[in-house]
């Protein structure tokens, strides 16, 4: 079969791109700018174009997959309808892909793709030998995103934005939590929790369900479920390399679903401890100047909170410089209490500036001076309008940063070039 994939450098159409080049079709796609990721692809003998217009399409194409942020009226999916190819969103293409299988799907609103990587390393470890696919790039799976199992084990990340776990069927179903997110698509907290009961409604009447018992809200939906369902907590909180209780929370479901599934207990905790981490989760990118510089992808006020805290316990007497990008203007008012709020183990903040990520729905935008007076008073610590990326980066090297000093780069927008930039 000739797949051609439109947006193929998204982290997930990316890993779904080169499963299926490893499993013999013909796969070529699409993105607007080169990566990393896109240059592995390359490696693997996918064809690559930077040019989305359409004409890098090939006419013989039998099944063209696209990204959510591909819109329906870009060139090469309106090429591709007129073409009469099927076309199909990622999402519908990993649950057609993945169906065969016994599908584990890990989700919740913060730690699927850590949970994920740990529990993809705990099986290939046990030899379980499962398919993965996770929204990071991981050590244990040779630094991919993906890896091609020989086993009836499936494992992937299933994201809830716009329900596209929905399309998944799995047998399986590892959820970290609930909280509340992605409110340019869900209009309220109950609406986004009703798409985790609706996925749980998509497991076979002997599905399980493996969730953390302490958590009132996940702990409700796993019984609302009416299926079998296994409390993490009861595993303990595992001595691990990554720092932080939240690390310790993700390694219980990833302890507890590898059991399940076969593991020996022992061997998994001894996998499990052994844990570095992935691409942008507590990532220490390097030092500057003698400054631990750490990349990670929090975007969430929960999110923050957790890594601060982890940070403030590994590093008690430092003083953590925080720059935090918020990903979108959408997420950023919506959740504003919450975002001002959680800053207090840093010790100064600068924000740069928001990321504009879905530039079709923002139509309110963040007073940016005002959210770093708030976050100032709020989170009583130093907060600093940085401006741009380019700006703060000014200042941390000039006048910023000294002995002593930790720095954390978080968001899920383009501030991962700014600890790159800092360690390179």
Request: charged content about 20%; some cysteine; proline content about 4%.
């Amino acid at each position: 079969m000739k797949i051609y994939c439109s947006g193929i450098g998204g982290i997930g159409l990316s890993a779904y791109a080169a499963l299926q080049q490893a499993a013999g079709h013909t796969v070529a796609g699409s993105d607007r700018t080169d990566s990393p990721l896109l240059k592995d692809l390359a490696t693997q003998g996918i064809a690559i174009s930077l040019n989305q217009d359409s004409s890098a399409l090939p006419t013989d194409t039998d099944l063209f997959v696209y990204s959510e942020a591909v819109p329906a009226d870009a060139p090469e999916r309106v090429r591709a309808q007129k073409l009469g190819i099927r076309s199909i969103s990622y999402f519908q293409a990993l649950g057609e892909l993945s169906e065969p299988y016994q599908v584990i799907a890990v989700c919740g609103t913060h730690g699927k793709s850590t949970t994920t990587a740990m529990l993809a390393k705990a099986l290939i470890e046990a030899g379980l030998d499962p398919s993965v696919v996770v929204g990071t790039l991981t050590p244990d799976l040779a630094g991919r995103n993906w890896r091609r199992g020989a086993s009836n084990f499936f494992l992937v990340e299933a994201c809830e934005y716009r329900r596209s776990f929905h399309f998944l069927s799995p047998t399986i179903v590892v959820m970290t939590n609930v909280g509340g997110d992605h409110f340019d698509f869900f209009k309220t907290d109950a609406e986004y929790q009703n798409s985790y009961l609706e996925f749980l409604d998509r497991l076979p009447a002997n599905g399980k369900v493996i969730t953390h018992g302490k958590d009132p809200a996940t702990r409700s939906l796993a019984e609302q479920s009416g299926r079998e369902w296994i409390n993490a907590d009861s595993e303990p909180l595992l001595p691990l390399k990554v720092p932080g209780v939240h690390m310790q929370q993700n390694a219980q479901l990833a302890l507890a679903t590898a059991v399940l599934l076969g593991a020996d207990r022992a061997a998994a905790e001894q996998s499990l401890r052994a844990f570095v981490g992935t691409w942008r989760r507590s990532e220490l990118k390097g030092e500057y100047k003698g400054v631990p510089v750490i990349d990670d992808y929090a975007h969430h006020p929960d999110e923050i909170r957790a890594t601060l805290l982890a940070f403030r316990q590994k590093y008690p007497t430092e003083r953590l410089v925080c720059v935090f990008q918020p990903h979108t203007h959408d997420r950023t008012l919506k959740l504003y209490d919450q975002f001002v709020e959680s800053f207090a183990d840093a010790d100064v903040v600068i924000i740069p500036n928001v990321y504009d990520a879905r530039h079709d729905i923002e139509t309110n935008l963040v007073d940016v001076p005002k959210f770093v007076s708030d976050i100032a008073t709020r989170s009583n610590v130093e907060a600093i309008d940085g401006h741009s990326l380019a700006d703060t980066e000014s200042v941390l090297r000039t006048s910023m940063l000294r002995e002593g000093d930790v720095l954390l780069c978080l968001g899920a927008g383009d501030i991962t070039n700014l600890a790159s930039s800092l360690t390179r």
